[in-house]
């Protein structure tokens, strides 16, 4: 089956929900047995496999996370309450005290803060290395490193790594690898194929599509890591809401076709913004010259809406009264929504402190789906704007 039937038909099963085309909110905590033999039948081995109490899942949560599941060719899914929970319940499942992490310096700021507020407190020690390292990686394990953290393309800043590098690494030296991978989905990226052994969407974001839920997910190669990743959340006593599958299922259906015009949109607006003279850099992955081209280009087989452009250096007035006026894009600290965002950058959203660059100076943006010549002249308007100030 081709991946966009598969988006079309997977965790969809009519004949148990009397015919109806989407798999419906089931909303519970209690699950009543009709006998105490029933009751009881529970065991630790088959705990998992049917419905026992809101917490552990419903049949909305499963059906999220047999799609999701089937799309990232993993064996299961654990729908999280969020991207971000989904990451740290992750790092939770394998870490230990006196573990060690090597974790991406372009990992999304919340994930550093983690790092740095949550898991010393666990005696767990983390080092944020640098995203472009590939298989020199090598010489940062220690003998206690258990897990090597990767986001490609990195947040804010967009550097593109070399995951089957990474991998073989990790493997030969008994690391597990875990990967978010937000910006290309599962459909423009496949981590598992590539070895990884946990990937990791904030579904928060193109899933849902809309702007309209928190969700994450955690997609996992076998059953060992399945029930370690299951046990944490279910242990911690995280679980994502009936009514937020639903969204993330509804979103999923149509995730394919958005995406690609996402892409199209992001890529021509990109390239317009190129030639601007007030930019001067462009940070798209799908665009030589870009540093993260050649490996994109290789293991990627699309990108989303999602890019940044550095400007040249500019005051802050001058960038006020650009991004104020914006018509099409708004302000916001999100992206994957239908709609067009932009986000200027400030000491402690970009997490990857190796850039020289001020600030302020990077803007994020996210293309929707509006048409692009709209999106162009809104930009075209508010160079204007930042030159009169
Ligand atoms: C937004 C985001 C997250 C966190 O997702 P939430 O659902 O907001 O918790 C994680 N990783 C990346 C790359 C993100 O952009």
Known sequence: MKQDTKIIKAGRHPEKCHGAVNPPVYRFSTIIFPTVKKLLSVTNENKYDETLYGRLGTPTTAALEEAIAELEGGSHCVATPSGVAAITISLLAFLRAGDHLLMTNAAYHAVRDFCEAILPGFGIETTFYNPLLGK?????????????????????????????????????????VMLDNSWATPLFFKPLQMGVDISIQAGTKYIVGHSDAMLGTITVSNRENFLRVKDCAAKF???????????GLRGLRTLSVRLRQHMENGITLANWLKNCPEV??????????????????????????????????????????????????????????????????????????????????????????????DLISDFEQGFERLRMV
């Open 136 to 176: 020199d990686i090598a010489s940062l394990i220690r003998t206690n490193t258990r897990v090597i953290f990767c986001e490609s393309p990195g947040s804010n800043t967009f550097e593109v790594q070399d995951i089957p590098a990474i991998v073989e690494v990790a493997h030969s030296n008994n690391c597990v």
């Open 237 to 247: 006593g995280f679980c994502l809401g009936s009514e937020e599958a639903y969204l």
């Open 280 to 373: 001067a850099r462009v940070m798209h992955p799908a665009l030589p010259p870009d540093p993260g081209y050649e490996i994109w280009k290789r293991d990627f087989s699309g990108a989303c809406g999602l890019f940044g452009i550095v400007l040249r250096p500019c005051t802050m007035a001058r960038l006020e009264a650009m991004l104020d006026g914006m018509n099409h894009f708004s302000l916001g600290y999100s992206w994957g929504g239908y709609e067009s965002l932009i986000l200027p950058m400030r000491t402690g959203i970009v997490a990857n402190r190796l850039q020289d660059e001020p600030m302020e100076a990077t803007l994020r943006i996210h293309a929707g789906l509006e048409d692009v010549e």
